[in-house]
């Protein structure tokens, strides 16, 4: 009886333990990456990809992967923080960032799929402009007073660091959960794939046309794009779309190239934060009204067709036939009531 009550207990924990070994794995190769496009101190970068992991992490699996989060902020920041005290603060504040983001989201009764407008306003206000305020204040904070960082550059590298895990959250998390539900399409029309493929290509030829060696602000040229994946392709669409623009921006900002050039770093994230928010609104937002009309109109339908065949099969009644011989009484010219 002790073996039926303990095996899956030992299957429970050995199940999360591998999925916290495997977040870790992820969050940390995905550290990895982020650290290409450093701006501060060899380990504050405009684009934090591990935070939008971490959310997408607990999300799917739930509380029992935060272990898997502290040990990729870890071995994420071990070789590169000043101190040892230092790296087990960013860590902590790595970790409760991603862990306060889901609680909140939970809280709002935020679903995974992003098919109402408000789990897209709850993911960019809460999940990513909100939550990381945290880890980007701890962060900055720990690297002043640990003395790795000038008290006058606090408020710079707050802002990258900010921008970089809000980044993470908008870009990753978003297109994470939708590429779980993902499915390859069947028998679609040999146009489809052409529109998609015109879309996907006209997206990045646009972004790096603006994001490129021109200094003119041209950034507002990509918004047509995303407003065509999400009415087209809805959130599958958007996602992608949207973390094509973004990464592409976030690299032209860190080489200070296109509108991105002749300004400080706090300019940059500035005009970095605000271009990649709109760009998570503006798909997101839309792909989930897109998403909502198209539930609800088949909704509609389904219930039309439900109604139609409960009609076709009521029985002829003579309570129904003597009602509507009384109907065209009062009504001789056969006309409806206008009531």
């Not at 607990?58 to 870890?74: D, E, S, T, Y």
């Not at 998390?173 to 539900?181: D, G, I, K, N, Y």
Request: net charge neutral.
């Amino acid at each position: 009886m002790a073996a039926v009550v303990t095996n899956p207990e030992l299957r429970r924990k050995g199940v999360a333990t591998l999925l916290a070994l495997a977040v870790a794995a992820v969050y940390y190769g995905a550290a990895r990456l982020g650290l290409l496009e450093q701006l501060v101190r060899g380990q504050v970068t405009p684009l934090w990809p591990p935070t939008g992991i971490a959310l997408a992490g607990l999300l799917v699996f739930g509380l029992r992967v935060w272990p898997g989060i502290a040990i990729g902020a870890f071995l994420a920041n071990v070789f590169i923080g000043p101190t040892a005290l230092t790296v087990l603060v960013i860590m902590v504040g790595n970790t409760i960032a991603p862990v306060c983001s889901y609680l909140m989201l939970r809280r709002a009764g935020f679903h995974n799929d992003l098919d109402r407008l408000r789990d897209a306003l709850a993911l960019v206000f809460i999940g990513a402009l909100g939550g990381m305020l945290i880890s980007a204040t701890v962060g900055s904070s720990v690297l002043v007073l640990s003395g790795a960082l000038p008290a006058g550059d606090f408020w710079s590298t707050w802002s990258v660091w900010w921008t970089g895990d809000a980044m993470g959250v908008l870009v990753v998390a978003p297109f994470l959960l939708v590429l779980r539900e993902a499915r390859w399409p069947r028998g679609v029309a040999l146009r489809r794939w052409a529109e998609a493929a015109a879309l996907l290509l006209g997206t990045l030829a646009i972004t790096l046309l603006v994001t490129g060696g021109s200094t003119v602000t041209l950034l507002f040229l990509v918004f047509p794009f995303l407003i065509w994946a999400a009415f087209r392709f809805e959130r599958a669409g958007a996602a992608l779309c949207a973390l094509g623009v973004s990464t592409l921006a976030i690299l032209a900002a860190g080489r200070g190239a296109g509108p991105f050039a002749h300004e400080d770093l706090f300019t940059n994230m500035v005009t970095l934060q605000a271009f990649n928010g709109a760009t998570a609104l503006t798909a997101l937002l839309l792909a989930a009204v897109i998403t909502e009309r198209n539930r609800t109109h088949d909704e509609i339908k389904r219930l039309c067709a439900r109604l139609t065949d409960m009609v076709a099969a009521m029985p002829d009644h003579p309570i129904t036939d003597q009602w509507l011989a009384s109907d065209d009484t009062d009504d001789p010219d056969g006309r409806a009531d206008d009531r």
